[in-house]
């Protein structure tokens, strides 16, 4: 079994880079993936760290993209080692965007009557701060009872308190992953809620998008069978992770999607093209 979507704590996950492989490597997979957002600072240091010959560390990153008011995300892997200077060099554009948008929605939430501090948010997220982090601090304040809760009454992207960021279309996306050859899938579709998915998933091919997440822990089975079908259909790879945050998804457990280790292969053979 193998593992293509976990996160670290240095975006917004719980477990450091030294745990997670000691977690992949008590739960047996052969492969993981470490895709944390918009940064590659968490695979950095787990490539860092001895691990053993049987588990494959697998260079990914997750990048939040836009599209209207809903934030899809593009799954980036870098099958060949790490991406071209010329990516860390965006990401780092990336991230002053982000920061920019933290202070924005430090500043919506006072206007709501919430009393965060950005310091206080900036010091769970490490290199990557996002709205999980500001949701782990409203509820060690007693505003919500769960990272859940704050999500659906207020940072969510129909809630009160969200505020909108800059982000890369999903075809730029695509095409800064593809122009140091990696390898691009579209991650847990069935987040975006699309009345046409094939005919959303044909215009990304058309960008140039490799595969879509098809094992996902969001995805009951029959879902995932859909997306299997579709991307049989436009001829796309698929890709399948469980999304591991650690203590931030509790019920989310690492190499929960099953995901079978033909899926990587597939995904090297286009690699290797």
């Not at 670290?8 to 997670?20: A, I, Q, V």
């Not at 997440?213 to 469980?242: C, N, W």
């Amino acid at each position: 079994m193998i593992d293509l979507h976990a996160h670290t704590n240095y975006s917004d996950g719980t477990c450091s880079p030294g745990e997670l492989l000691e977690l992949a490597y008590r739960k047996g997979l052969d492969a993981l993936a470490i895709t944390d957002h918009d940064n590659l600072n968490g695979y950095d240091a787990a490539l860092a760290l001895p691990h053993p010959p049987s588990l494959r560390l697998v260079c990914g990153i997750e990048i939040t993209c836009r599209m209207g008011r809903k934030a899809p995300h593009l799954l980036g892997y870098f099958f060949d080692g790490q991406p071209a200077p010329e990516f860390r060099e965006w990401l780092t554009g990336r991230y002053e965007q982000r920061r920019d948008r933290n202070r924005r929605l430090e500043q919506r939430l006072r206007e709501l009557g919430y009393d965060i501090d950005l310091a206080q948010v900036e010091a769970l997220g490490r290199s990557m701060t996002g709205r999980p982090h500001f949701a782990r601090v409203l509820v060690a304040k007693g505003y919500f009872a769960s990272i859940d809760e704050a999500f659906q009454r207020l940072l969510g992207e129909d809630a009160p308190g969200y505020v909108e960021h800059e982000a890369p279309s999903l075809a730029e996306a695509i095409r800064r992953v593809r122009e140091c050859g990696g390898i691009a899938s579209l991650a847990h579709p069935i987040r975006l809620a699309l009345p046409d998915e094939e005919a959303f998933l044909r215009g990304l091919k058309q960008e140039g998008l490799h595969a879509v997440e098809v094992f996902h822990s969001d995805q009951p089975g029959h879902r995932g069978a859909t997306y299997f079908e579709i991307a049989r259909k436009l001829d796309l790879a698929v890709s399948g992770g469980s999304d591991f945050h650690g203590a931030v998804k509790p019920r989310v457990d690492l190499g929960c999607a099953n995901v079978e280790n033909w899926v990587l292969e597939e995904l090297l053979k286009i690699a290797n093209r």
